[in-house]
């Protein structure tokens, strides 16, 4: 079983619309969990963090955690093109300073 | 200004030509890793530094190796590149605590021929 596992996609929907990308880990005690978005031949940037149960929104983004079923979610309302990305799921697990990342969700925002 | 720094941003190498990345840090992080990442796959942590303290992945070949000579610079050697270590190399830096994100830099596109 991989430590962080998300669905590889494409997952396409139209602009205006909301994405929602998801994410499982493995490691029962991880307590930091991240999304990063990477461009195409680009280095992953940083769009949310969360760390506790429920929904940390900023902007356009809602993280969602729900560390019971050890699960982790990413909205984004108002779907832009330029939201068309590889959004990559992270979680620090145990004690370790270990960044963990899924293989990533490619999300396509049809104009 | 750029705070994580990737030097060379692509890098081309031949068939077991030793090869050095480089990442160096403005933002005096105790942390520093370096990350692996192939296409369409998730960024793989080969090994990170913990202020001098060396971590190294079970699963990373020991064909990769690496040196922080201070806190602001390391350094990712790989001794006989071989056509699967071409990838994108990533470096990132964390300041201590587990609640901390990493500030990534550019990466270095590594072609092997």
């Known amino acids: 079983q991989k430590e962080v596992e998300q669905n590889s996609g494409p997952l396409s929907v139209p602009e205006g619309a909301i994405a929602s990308l998801n994410c499982t880990y493995s490691d029962r005690v991880s307590q930091s969990f991240f999304w990063y978005r990477q461009y195409s031949g680009k280095s992953p940037e940083l769009i949310m963090s969360i760390y506790s149960n429920g929904d940390k929104e900023d902007g356009r983004f809602t993280a969602q955690l729900n560390k019971a079923s050890q699960y982790v979610s990413l909205l984004i309302r108002d779907s832009q093109p330029s939201d068309s990305a590889t959004y990559l799921c992270a979680v620090i697990s145990g004690n370790s300073y270990k960044l963990i990342f899924g293989s990533g969700t490619r999300l396509l925002v049809r104009p | 200004d750029a705070m994580v720094i990737q030097n060379p941003r692509y890098q081309v190498t031949q068939f077991g030509k030793p090869v050095t990345l480089s990442c160096s840090q403005t933002l005096n992080h105790n942390v520093m890793y370096w990350y692996q990442q192939k296409s369409s796959q998730a960024p793989k942590l080969l090994f990170h530094y913990y202020d001098k303290d060396f971590n190294n992945e079970a699963d990373t070949p020991d064909n990769f190796q690496s040196r922080r000579p201070n806190t602001s610079f390391c350094f990712l050697d790989i001794r006989s590149p071989g056509l699967g270590d071409a990838a994108m190399y990533l470096c990132?830096?964390?300041?201590?605590?587990?609640?901390?994100?990493?500030?990534f830099g550019s990466g270095t596109q590594l072609s092997v021929l």
């Open positions: 990132a830096t964390s300041t201590r605590g587990l609640n901390e994100k990493l500030f």
